[in-house]
């Protein structure tokens, strides 16, 4: 059974593990270097990414999960947390900090500040059977991807539609929050994404 730890610094947490430990994969949460050490796969949960930037620095995990990362890693980012594993952050604060582990601009709060929030049922490429309910909460989106990196939804299912989900080769990363809602496919695509690493 794979270790898959969700960083547990703000954000669902608990939800995260939950879905984890429902589809098949051992849930940890990752504060501290020593626990990162001993994870397969990482999941950075939705929250704020000016705060986790800030908290990541104080708990002394930026540079390990900056190193693992680098080393391949699976991780899979929701909401903050795909804003922090993008390489370029519009609309951020000027000191915030991101992985840089895929090659993507991403930009805060894209949706603008009138709509805090709606639900889509999307169409997700590597995700069977009837469409996701993703429910998207002061979410950033893609503004462009480099080569590299595949889009796996866009809002509205339309082809010009803001870019929602992204993936290249065992990292992932949403504008949505996967962990609400009950459906645990894109968690059990991720379990399977670490077991193959
Ligand atoms: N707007 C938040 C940010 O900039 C992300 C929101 C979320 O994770 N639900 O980090």
Not at 25 to 43: M, N, S, Y
Not at 68 to 77: E, N, Q, V, Y
Not at 150 to 162: M, Y
Request: some cysteine; overall charge negative; hydrophobic content about 45%.
């Amino acid at each position: 059974m794979v270790t898959i730890g969700v960083l547990a610094l703000q954000g669902d947490v608990d939800e995260h593990v939950r879905a984890l430990e429902n589809s098949g994969a051992r849930a940890v949460k990752v504060r501290r270097p020593c626990e990162l050490a001993k994870v397969d796969g990482l999941i950075i949960p939705g929250g704020e990414s000016t705060t986790m930037s800030n908290l990541l620095a104080s708990f002394d995990m930026f540079e390990p999960l900056k190193d693992r990362l680098d080393a391949g890693l699976p991780a899979w980012g929701t909401c903050a947390g795909m804003i922090m594993l993008s390489s370029t952050i519009l609309d951020g604060r000027d000191d915030q900090k991101c992985f840089a582990t895929l090659d993507m601009v991403v930009r805060r709060n894209a949706f603008g500040r009138q709509v805090d929030s709606y639900e889509e049922d999307l169409v997700i490429d590597g995700i069977e059977g009837d469409d996701f309910r993703a429910v998207f909460i002061r979410a950033p989106w893609v503004e462009s991807v480099g080569d590299t990196v595949s889009v796996i939804a866009r809002a509205g299912n339309a082809e010009d539609g803001p870019i929602v989900a992204v993936r290249q080769g065992n990292v992932m990363a949403t504008s949505f929050h996967p962990e609400v809602g009950g459906d645990d496919r894109l968690h059990e695509l991720f379990v399977s994404m670490v077991e193959n690493r």
